[in-house]
């Protein structure tokens, strides 16, 4: 898929950037032979009745790849695939005193495409989803973040978060 492939509007702008390559040992022919990463970036400008906005996005994606092309990893009956986020860990700052670690993240892609990550433990959990082109926040009750529980998942991000009672 290539960005001259992709309809544009006037003003839309995008950009497809191969931003890693990963050679995997296939022992069997349906194994994949490796991964590509790469990063969509895309400017669109909408223009409603009264007002216009551009609105920009950056997204990162994987894919494996066999000697018959590419995988497709989501299934309807499958958990939801880990999304390999080295992304989003390069633009965390790095933890720099000896005390100091950086918190599990986990990211999710579920079969429709929508995204949950969560980063931290369940005392002091980060949730974030993007559905529909939109990323926002995600606030669990502490319940929700207990062990036995969903935790601190990115699948807990994706989750019906309202109050249990």
């Given at each position: 898929?290539?960005?001259?492939?992709?309809?544009?509007?006037?003003?839309?702008?995008?950009?497809?950037?191969?931003?890693?390559?990963?050679?995997?040992?296939?022992?069997?022919?349906?194994?994949?032979?490796?991964?590509?990463?790469?990063?969509?970036?895309?400017?669109?400008?909408?223009?409603?009745m009264?007002?216009?906005e551009?609105?920009?996005?950056?997204?990162?994606?994987?894919?494996?790849?066999?000697?018959?092309?590419?995988?497709?990893?989501?299934?309807?009956?499958?958990?939801?695939?880990?999304?390999?986020?080295?992304?989003?860990?390069?633009r965390?700052?790095?933890?720099?005193?000896?005390?100091?670690?950086l918190?599990?993240?986990?990211?999710?892609?579920?079969?429709?495409?929508?995204?949950?990550?969560s980063?931290?433990?369940?005392?002091?959990?980060?949730?974030v989803?993007?559905?529909?082109?939109?990323?926002?926040?995600?606030?669990?009750?502490?319940?929700?973040?207990l062990?036995?529980?969903?935790?601190?998942?990115?699948?807990?991000?994706?989750?019906?978060?309202?109050?249990?009672?």
């Amino acid at each position: 898929m290539g960005a001259a492939g992709c309809a544009q509007a006037t003003g839309d702008r995008s950009a497809i950037t191969l931003i890693g390559i990963t050679p995997q040992t296939a022992q069997n022919p349906i194994d994949p032979l490796g991964t590509l990463s790469f990063r969509v970036e895309m400017t669109a400008r909408r223009t409603g009745m009264w007002s216009a906005e551009t609105v920009s996005s950056t997204s990162c994606y994987a894919v494996d790849f066999t000697r018959y092309g590419p995988v497709a990893n989501d299934r309807p009956w499958s958990d939801p695939r880990t999304v390999r986020a080295s992304a989003i860990l390069a633009r965390l700052t790095a933890p720099t005193g000896p005390y100091e670690q950086l918190a599990p993240l986990e990211v999710v892609r579920t079969a429709d495409g929508a995204i949950g990550a969560s980063m931290g433990t369940e005392r002091r959990c980060v949730l974030v989803r993007r559905v529909d082109g939109v990323t926002e926040r995600v606030y669990a009750p502490r319940v929700y973040l207990l062990p036995g529980e969903l935790g601190c998942r990115g699948t807990t991000a994706r989750s019906d978060l309202r109050p249990p009672h």
